[in-house]
């Protein structure tokens, strides 16, 4: 069983930066795959991106490229979301996920869920 729980959110202006955190616990990441979710009211949850606890490597959706930047601290067992030049759309609750699929590319294919953290953009 995994354990995560967010952080960092918060209200902040448009234009500045903000990194969430997702520490795992119970089970390290290891062997599983961490995602990054959006959700904003009356809409489905949106992949962000991924990234191999194994390797390291990101996979990115085409609208978080250039602004979202997704990295892990093996020894802190943590996951990061790094957002840029933050708009008023990205206003959302942000979830933390893990999946044991290498690559996977829908919420259905992961199994542990944060409790999510608010962020909120002021234009």
């Known amino acids: 069983q995994v354990q995560l729980v967010e952080s960092g959110g918060g209200l902040v202006q448009a234009g500045t930066s903000l990194t969430l955190s997702c520490v795992a616990s119970?089970?390290?990441?290891?062997?599983?795959?961490a995602g990054w979710f959006r959700q904003v009211p009356e809409k489905d949850r949106e992949l962000i991106g991924v990234i191999s606890w194994t390797t390291g490597n990101t996979l990115l959706k085409p609208f978080a490229k250039g602004r979202f930047t997704i990295s892990r601290d093996n020894a802190k067992n943590t996951a990061y979301l790094q957002m840029d030049s933050l708009k008023p759309e990205d206003t959302a609750t942000y979830y933390c996920?893990?999946?044991?699929?290498?690559?996977?590319?829908?919420?259905?294919?992961?199994?542990?869920w944060g409790q999510g953290t608010q962020v909120t953009v002021s234009s």
């Open positions: 119970g089970r390290t990441f290891s062997d599983l795959t």
């Open positions: 996920a893990a999946s044991i699929v290498s690559l996977p590319t829908g919420e259905h294919q992961f199994a542990y």
